[in-house]
């Protein structure tokens, strides 16, 4: 059981109206809690969404971050940054700070690594996670069923390792260069009969790796053969070798790409989106009941049906479909900007003013560049004095 402990610091507040900050929106606590299973403090930095304090009370993944004092800044920077284009999704990061980091990330016991740190103990701290962390965020937090692991190095060792061992605990894993080299590879001793498994996965997995030779890209190189090897029902993956980044910066360039391709691993097709709304409900339906939570159409793939509703020039369909998204989403700009287009192309032009207007109010307490809407709404001012002359 946990006893939290110490002090909450607030780093980062809600951003209020009428200002803007050059800071990542949201709000980050810094904790310590004891862990029994552990026996020792754990210190952890959890990040919340800009939009987690709106009176909608949404509920949300949970990325659970490894070499969190190292990797925090940067991967909520960048989830921010895409959540502001629709690129990925908001969630919850539970950065957790090293104590023992090779004991924890290494799957098994080698004394040649002696030298460097204890190693072995990584089945103990995903029960420290399954048993006593998760347990912990989902009291505290408004976390969904959906959970995430990212780690680099030997935290990517131990995120494909939570995927081959208990594929259960976390929907999606992040491996950024990871050491698959460990112990002759003993990675692999499992791995084949894991993905040769007929039984459905339901998980995602991004794995890259950097300028890396030797062991580092041999092992990735047979693990990425061994994926496109098999194709498990509900397993998708992403892999990239990309040279131009070194094994310190595939975590930070790797983020990026990592949150980006699993929210569209999450999207309907372009044949669900053809099907309009009534294939869009169903096909979230499907996902609710595959990961055990309620899951509501999401922003852009309703957004992108309007639109196509409105390149066909059905106006008042794609009114209705903008306007669902602002009911779902009334903390977002973006909706009310679209709505607007919806409004202006129908010769609405008064409501479709307004919805500029709301656009911006909008923009200023959700801390969004605004400028492109300051801009439309003054040019459909002016065309709409024009029509007056």
């Known amino acids: 059981m946990f006893r939290p402990v110490i002090t909450i610091a607030v780093f980062l507040l809600i951003l209020v109206p009428l200002h803007s900050y050059s800071k990542v929106r949201g709000e980050t606590t810094h904790l310590n809690i004891h862990s029994e299973i552990l026996d020792e403090e754990r210190e952890l930095f959890i990040h919340l969404p800009n939009n987690y304090h709106r009176p909608n009370k949404l509920y949300y993944p949970v990325l659970y971050l490894l070499d969190g004092q190292r990797n925090f800044s940067h991967a909520i920077g960048t989830l921010d940054l895409l959540n502001q284009s629709n690129m990925a999704q908001e969630m919850i990061i539970v950065g957790i700070a090293n104590t023992h980091r090779s004991r924890d990330f290494t799957p098994t016991y080698d004394e040649n690594y002696n030298e460097w740190g204890i190693s072995g103990g990584a089945d103990n701290f995903l029960d420290f996670i399954e048993k006593e962390l998760v347990p912990y965020i989902n009291e505290n937090y408004r976390a969904n069923n959906y959970k995430i692991i990212s780690g680099h190095s030997l935290g990517g060792l131990l995120s494909v390792y939570a995927l081959q061992s208990r594929p259960h605990l976390f929907q999606a894993h992040f491996a950024f260069s990871p050491s698959l080299w460990w112990q002759e590879q003993v990675i692999f001793d499992d791995a084949e009969t894991f993905f040769s498994d007929t039984s459905e996965l339901n998980n995602y997995l991004y794995i890259n790796m950097g300028s890396e030779g030797g062991n580092m890209l041999s092992a990735y190189q047979r693990y990425n053969e061994l ?14 070798l990309d040279t ?77 479909i903008f306007q669902s998204n602002v009911d779902s989403y009334p903390y977002k700009a973006d909706a009310y900007d679209s709505l607007a287009d919806g409004f202006e192309a129908s010769g609405d032009l008064q409501k479709a003013l307004e919805m500029r207007a709301l656009a911006i109010k909008k923009s200023t307490a959700e801390n969004v560049e605004n400028g492109a809407y300051k801009t439309r709404h003054a040019n459909l001012l002016k065309k709409i004095q024009n029509k007056k002359l």
């Open 244 to 320: 131009s980044e070194s094994h310190n910066t595939t975590a930070l360039a790797g983020h990026s790409l990592a949150y980006q391709n699993l929210y569209t691993s999450l999207q309907p097709s372009k044949e669900v989106l053809s099907g309009g709304m009534p294939a869009i409900k169903q096909f979230y339906k499907a996902q609710s009941e595959m990961y055990g939570y309620d899951i509501k159409p999401s922003y852009r793939a309703i957004n992108s049906v309007g639109y196509k509703a409105l390149s066909e020039k059905d106006y008042s369909s794609a009114i209705a």
């Open 227 to 240: 994926l496109n090897a098999h194709k498990r029902k509900g397993f998708s993956y992403n892999t990239d």
